[in-house]
């Protein structure tokens, strides 16, 4: 078992930035990706980062790629996502979730499907 735990949420405005975190704790040794979704209020929830652990290889969705960052410190369990340039239609609930299967072992890492443990997420609010 796996347990996740962000924090880093709160309000900015457009333009700022933030930097979340997520530590997992547990059977620690086995997450090969992790990865970063969000939902907003009456959408689904869509995958913006993943990061497969053993190769710091990193994904992004089309809607962050080139202002949000994923990184991992490996001593710590911990990932990272440092959102830049925040907009207003950043504004969600930010979960992260793990796998023990390297992200995109099966065709790809965005999927809720694609991960079985998650954090309780935390809040960003980014005002314009």
């Known amino acids: 078992q796996i347990q996740l735990v962000e924090s880093g949420g709160g309000s900015v405005q457009a333009g700022g930035s933030l930097r979340l975190s997520c530590v997992a704790s547990?059977?620690?040794?086995?997450?090969?990706?992790m990865a970063w979704f969000r939902q907003a209020p009456g959408r689904e929830r869509e995958g913006v980062a993943a990061?497969?652990?053993?190769?710091?290889?990193?994904y992004y969705s089309d809607s962050v790629k080139g202002r949000f960052n994923s990184s991992q410190d490996y001593a710590k369990n911990t990932v990272y996502l440092l959102m830049n340039s925040l907009k207003p239609e950043d504004t969600a609930g930010y979960y992260c979730?793990?796998?023990?299967?390297?992200?995109?072992?099966?065709?790809?890492?965005?999927?809720?499907?694609?991960?079985?443990?998650w954090g309780q997420g935390t809040q960003v609010n980014v005002s314009s």
């Open positions: 979730a793990a796998d023990v299967l390297p992200c995109g072992y099966g065709g790809g890492w965005s999927a809720v499907t694609d991960y079985d443990y």
């Open positions: 547990g059977d620690t040794y086995n997450p090969n990706c």
């Open positions: 990061i497969y652990t053993a190769g710091e290889i990193t």
